[in-house]
């Protein structure tokens, strides 16, 4: 039902669907939901206290309601918003990232409500919020706002995922991002492309500010003291990490490639996933795009990169030396090939921290035994590919570490065309979620 | 009225002028539409013979009715079809490119109908053809079919240009033109960008493909063997270029840059627009293009790319040897940046060859005369920068050789929103034209 609400919708339901669980904890549980914010997608909050366990451990549950944009929807074999099931996988955007996930907690919760009085093994609370998708901008004010309503043991994340071969994957860390749009403006308007000759193209300097910036090979970042605060692994990270499984074969044929980056394999791609950072071209826009051809020579051109970051590398900072680097490459000359009469301007859309929690963190052992008990299988990753704003609930709420666990696989198509959740792994993960607060209870 | 005409009401409206005046040659004068073809926009013919000098010379007015896409229509001040007067200028897509050109030819020779009863000077013919800005893709064969019909002594051309000091420029040549679409494949979707780390970027292919190919800094195409038919100036033409006008500071001005490519300037800026090949890129696509980012790895990304060509560089041969540098920038390693997993596709879009009249050609002095009579000052320019089908014409029209002469001028924003023509130069135009059927007369 949640996933046929595209739009604005989705929150009022997401309000409604917590405050109903939480609410028949009757006087000893609470619900609040915070005052709507006009100015942006509003965090709705949930609480239920234990009756038998009040003073025991406390979980907080992150999770978001928003979603990537739907496009390109003619890809879409269905209305991305139908929820329609069809076998064992329910389609619609969000499902998978994160509607999906967010629902098997409010299930599990309301299991226990239902099968033991109203009563909760240990203490939950939920935070939904609706801006994940575009690095939480506004979630950072709000922890530091309400850090004593939030004040939590563990933080049950989103992004853990089922592997390719239905292994639960108990995933302990995010790495951060830095989102940024290189905006490159040459004459004041298109103009006729026999002039290319002596007027420098904007798309031509965007390539170059592109190439400088990272190897294609390698996928190394060649921008200065980009790596600078970069740490290696610990002796146990690698030993978690050389543990992890990955279909390397099944993963590819999922995204219809036939080689990694760099022909990457085994351990270091592993390793590249847990801890690399990434330099990413998300999107090209500049001049004429539609069938055959217009001889112009375009007035702008504009790239979205995304960054990502490993812990201790600080968004401002590289951002900065992103800056440096760019005004270097137009000012100076460098490998022979300098000094475009361009205008080159970077843009800072996103930043966010990555984070990850320590392999001896009391939580770890409880949620991948649920996970095991659940999924048959369990598996630790250091960190997740992904980004998440998991570093400032340990800035914030007395350094409260973070642990991902979820129902969701690559085949789920998160972000892509055909999202989707399988319908077994929805029963299984709220299966899980309930041994989690079941377990945190007895600690 | 021609300018209000978008679409395909042109094509009627361009056979209806003709036909009106060469009608009124009566029974010495010829007029023929060729039969419409329906796949492509038909190409129009007319013809009028001289009575008092059937066995003179013959001009072939050669024209197109078609025009570049009109977007980006918001930034026009007004419809791009409007025909809208403001001043001295006339305001529409194509009104300097080509239509405006097209009605002072028309003109002219309506005027000797009119002044010596429906006599003329010399003989004109007149091509006025429909893809001219998509390359000209049916014209030879046009011409290969109608050879014999089309026998001419001279073409005069659209292409010819008022300076910024208000100075008719008598241009002899064309740049050829190779106009292809570069596409990377990478993942059969687009990808959550976290996966960057192992999935070579489509977009970051491209940009590498095209650094590849040409420097900026120099604007030299890197593509091997690509210079290898060019040949340098004679001496002549060089003297000819050094003593072109080119008004560095104003058509900066108008096109709103402060240096040139490589800071080109004097006589090197000349030979740049007169002779050197370029590789300009017209539109870059891929992945997100709206607001803020969306963080995925595109499934493909897309370059338009057009390489302009100058006398004995092959269309077909420069195409090869593109499509062979793409080969060995993907399959080997070089320069510390090979291989890819992504597949690369270079799409021929359309090709034509350059030429240029040699400056001794006997048509040239009464053409240069013409316009310094109309325009008080003329100079002759050895080649265009700009590209157009007058190898075909030398090719099988007996070697007969073209010469561009018109009234538009830089500030008409040729292939730009708000494109115009300015009335006094149509008027001008117009007698210039009238005094080059005088004068080829008296041949």
Redesign the interface.
């Known amino acids: 039902e949640l996933l046929s609400l595209g739009g604005s919708g989705v929150v009022e339901k997401v309000q409604l669907e917590t405050n109903k669980t939480l609410e028949q904890t009757s006087t000893t549980g609470q619900s609040k939901t915070t005052k709507p914010h006009l100015e942006f997608p509003p965090i709705v909050y949930g609480e239920a206290k234990s009756k038998s366990n009040p003073h025991g451990k406390t979980i907080l549950f992150y999770n978001h309601y928003d979603v990537?944009?739907e496009?390109?929807s003619e890809?879409w074999k269905d209305d991305p918003f139908s929820g329609r099931v069809e076998g064992n996988r329910i389609y619609g955007r969000g499902a998978s990232d994160d509607k999906g996930e967010l629902v098997t907690r409010i299930k599990a919760v309301e299991y226990f409500l239902q099968a033991t009085n109203g009563d909760l093994p240990c203490n939950v609370k939920f935070i939904v919020e609706g801006e994940e998708?575009?690095g939480s901008p506004h979630l950072r004010d709000y922890l530091l706002q309400y850090k004593d309503k939030l004040k939590c043991d563990v933080v049950i994340w989103e992004s853990g995922y089922i592997d390719s071969k239905s292994r639960s994957v108990v995933s302990l860390g995010q790495?951060g991002?830095l989102?940024v749009?290189l905006n490159v403006n040459?004459?004041?308007?298109?103009?006729?492309?026999?002039?290319?000759?002596?007027?420098?193209?904007p798309?031509?300097?965007?390539?170059?500010i592109?190439?400088s910036m990272?190897?294609?090979?390698t996928?190394k970042i060649l921008i200065e003291d980009w790596y600078r605060e970069v740490k290696g692994f610990s002796r146990r990270e690698l030993m978690a990490i050389a543990q992890e499984e990955f279909d390397e074969e099944d993963?590819k044929r999922e995204?219809?490639?036939?080689?990694?980056?760099n022909?990457?394999t085994g351990i270091d791609?592993k390793r590249?996933?847990v801890g690399?950072p990434?330099?990413?071209?998300?999107?090209?826009?500049?001049?004429?795009?539609?069938p055959?051809?217009?001889?112009?020579?375009?007035s702008t051109?504009?790239?979205?990169i995304?960054f990502?970051l490993v812990p201790e590398m600080d968004p401002n900072i590289q951002f900065q030396r992103l800056q440096n680097h760019i005004a270097k490459k137009i000012e100076l000359?460098k490998e022979?090939?300098?000094?475009?009469?361009n205008k080159v301007e970077a843009k800072f859309?996103?930043g966010e921290p990555g984070y990850r929690t320590p392999l001896d963190n009391p939580f770890v052992t409880p949620v991948v035994q649920a996970a095991k008990e659940t999924f048959n299988s369990s598996t630790i990753s250091v960190s997740?590919?992904?980004?998440g704003p998991m570093y400032y609930f340990y800035e914030i709420l007395e350094k409260a570490s973070s642990i991902c666990v979820g129902g969701s696989s690559i085949s789920d198509?998160?972000?892509?065309?055909n999202e989707n959740f399988k319908i077994d792994n929805l029963v299984k993960a709220t299966k899980c979620i309930a041994k989690i607060i079941e377990k945190v209870g007895k600690l």
């Open positions: 990537q944009p496009d390109p890809l998708e575009i790495k991002i989102c749009e040459g004459p004041s308007h298109d103009i006729h492309s026999s002039h290319a000759v002596l007027v420098d193209n798309a031509i300097t965007l390539s170059k592109i190439c990272v190897s294609q090979r996928g993963f995204i219809g490639i036939k080689n990694f980056a022909n990457k791609a590249a996933r690399y990434t330099c990413n071209v998300s999107g090209l826009i500049s001049g004429y795009g539609g055959g051809f217009k001889t112009i020579i375009p051109a504009t790239a979205k995304d990502r000359e022979g090939e300098p000094a475009s009469g859309l996103n997740g590919a992904g980004t198509k998160a972000h892509s065309p």
